[in-house]
Antibody, heavy 118, light 113 residues
Framework: QVQLQQSGPRLVKPSQTLVLTCVIS??????????WNWIRQSPSRGLEWLGR?????????DYALSVRGRITINPDTAKNQFSLHLNSVTPDDTAVYYC????????WGQGTMVTVSS | DIVMTQSPDSLAVSLGERATINCKSS????????????LAWYQQKPGQPPRLLIY???SREPGVPDRFSGSGSGTDFTLTISSLQAEDVAVYYC?????????FGQGTKLEIK
């Protein structure tokens, strides 16, 4: 079955870049029918969709306005994974971060609690 | 952005009784191309990611018990648990995938009375 395995640091300093990786098993990041998303959850913001990447003969990405300009989601076909890069983080970016598949999010990673603090 | 508003914020129901959670979108999420509503329901238990229960407003995800059902169209939707079981205690969320950014409701906490 399809699984998503997340990895990355749990503590990031303010102004630095948060980098999380999501490894896909049982599906392909280059699938022509799937999309690959990052979502976060915090008490103040609830569940918040951050962005996605997907392949339809070429690569596309979409990002939420709240993080646009600070976010990049990159596919890695060689490792069958995708990553989240969120730069210039502040304490407001403290949240549980999830990777997920498709628009009705049918498969989720286990979640990574990321704290932004000096 | 489409705003998703759930009601109630919390709900206590006796075991074996019906639980009903409502979700209202600020804009119609009916997709004319396939005559479906772009609405999903999730269940989240502490320390776990959300679990997809329902998509296209009324289609049950494989493995989800048939006591869970979804209904509604346009802007008003309902998740019904026909006979509450102890393992159904969780927070439930609705989500629209009609237009970016995808947005979630604030959640409804379901407890046992």
């Amino acid at each position: 079955q399809v699984q998503l395995q997340q990895s990355g640091p749990r503590l990031v300093k303010p102004s630095q870049t948060l980098v999380l990786t999501c490894v896909i098993s049982g599906d392909s990041v280059s699938s022509n029918i799937a999309t690959w998303n990052w979502i976060r959850q915090s008490p103040s913001r609830g569940l918040e969709w951050l962005g996605r990447t997907y392949y339809r003969s070429k690569w596309f990405d979409d990002y939420a306005l709240s993080v646009r300009g600070r976010i990049t989601i990159n596919p890695d076909t060689a490792k069958n994974q995708f990553s989240l890069h969120l730069n210039s983080v502040t304490p407001d970016d403290t949240a549980v971060y999830y990777c997920s598949r498709n628009s009705a999010f049918d498969i989720w990673g286990q979640g990574t609690m990321v704290t932004v603090s000096s | 952005d489409i705003v998703m508003t759930q009601s109630p914020d919390s709900l206590a129901v006796s075991l074996g009784e019906r639980a009903t959670i409502n979700c209202k979108s600020s804009h119609s999420i009916f997709y004319n191309s396939n005559n479906e509503n772009c609405l999903a329901w999730y269940q989240q238990k502490p320390g776990q990611p959300p679990r997809l229960l329902i998509y296209w407003a009324s289609s049950r995800e494989p493995g989800v018990p048939d006591r869970f059902s979804g209904s509604g169209s346009g802007t008003d939707f309902t998740l019904t648990i026909s006979s509450l079981q102890a393992e159904d205690v969780a927070v439930y969320y609705c989500q629209q995938y009609f237009i970016l950014p995808f947005t979630f409701g604030q959640g409804t906490k379901l407890e046992i009375k």
